[in-house]
């Protein structure tokens, strides 16, 4: 396997943007709607596959695309490859704010198991699968679901966080892990998931049900911020439907709400 050999300039701080500079030939492989902007000599194509494996045939690709289905991503991946003269660059980034990880494959064993909602974008060569984690539990109960997405390669895959990345190195250690915190993790860490202390922490402790394990001797990447606890907030303080009050916090913000009856 041998990716394209990519450069990158990451901009900005907490609201990341990634912008990967490629030679004449050169192509990135992104997910559907990653793309921010891109110079005019970039071409992009939807395609099924991550073009690691270019003599794979029709039943492999759709081996592929039956496997990205069961991640709940879109079955495409845009190919965006550099057919002009000179250096060209084309920017990604994730549709929350966070930060953006690089990780040269090659230099961390040419393996890294992550979420699924974290890819952001590769060099054209990595190959983009599924994991299946070794215990049941550890879909049914995770919350972040049954499958992670497996990255393997020799060159630079990018991936996304909410909010501040944090890297945890475990020396035959074990590190429990609110399930939507795992940005990803080297494939020879064991994930597994346990209860959240007794019944009463379980459910009124606010941490959810159940914690991912992770143990071993590896790397695991965190994040502080998932989007799913961001969205869960938005939505607790979202004003109703047809609601006019603004400045919640604020004594106008209670009494228009109390106008409006929604007191």
Not at 204 to 230: C, K
């Amino acid at each position: 396997m041998r990716s394209h050999e990519i450069e990158y300039k990451i901009h900005g701080d907490d609201m990341q943007v990634v912008s990967v500079i490629l030679d004449p030939q050169e192509t990135v492989i992104a997910e559907a709607g990653a793309m921010n902007w891109m110079d005019r000599d970039i071409q992009f194509e939807a395609k099924m596959g991550d073009g690691s494996q270019p003599n794979q045939g029709i039943l492999g690709k759709l081996a592929s695309v039956g496997k990205r289905l069961l991640t709940g991503e879109s079955i495409f991946l845009t190919h965006f490859t550099n057919n002009g003269f000179g250096k060209k660059e084309v920017s990604f980034a994730a549709p929350y704010p966070g930060k953006i990880l690089p990780l040269d494959l090659k230099e961390i064993g040419g393996e890294i198991i992550c979420q699924k909602d974290s890819f952001l974008c590769a060099a054209k060569g990595t190959e983009v699968s599924i994991a299946f984690t070794k215990r049941f539990g550890a879909g049914f109960f995770g919350g972040e679901g049954f499958i992670l997405q497996r990255l393997r390669g020799d060159g630079l895959a990018f991936l996304h966080a909410g909010g501040t990345i944090v890297k945890k190195t475990l020396n035959n250690e074990s590190l429990l892990i609110d399930t939507g915190c795992i940005v990803g993790f080297s494939p020879g860490l064991d994930y597994s998931i346990e209860r959240a202390g007794n019944l009463k922490s379980m459910f009124f402790g606010g941490e959810g049900l159940f914690l991912a394990t992770v143990q071993g001797t590896g790397t695991v990447y965190l994040q502080s911020l998932p989007f799913s606890r961001l969205a869960d907030r938005i939505i607790q303080h979202a004003p109703k439907m047809g609601g006019s009050s603004k400045g919640e916090g604020s004594i106008l913000g209670g009494l228009g709400r109390m106008i409006d009856g929604d007191n």
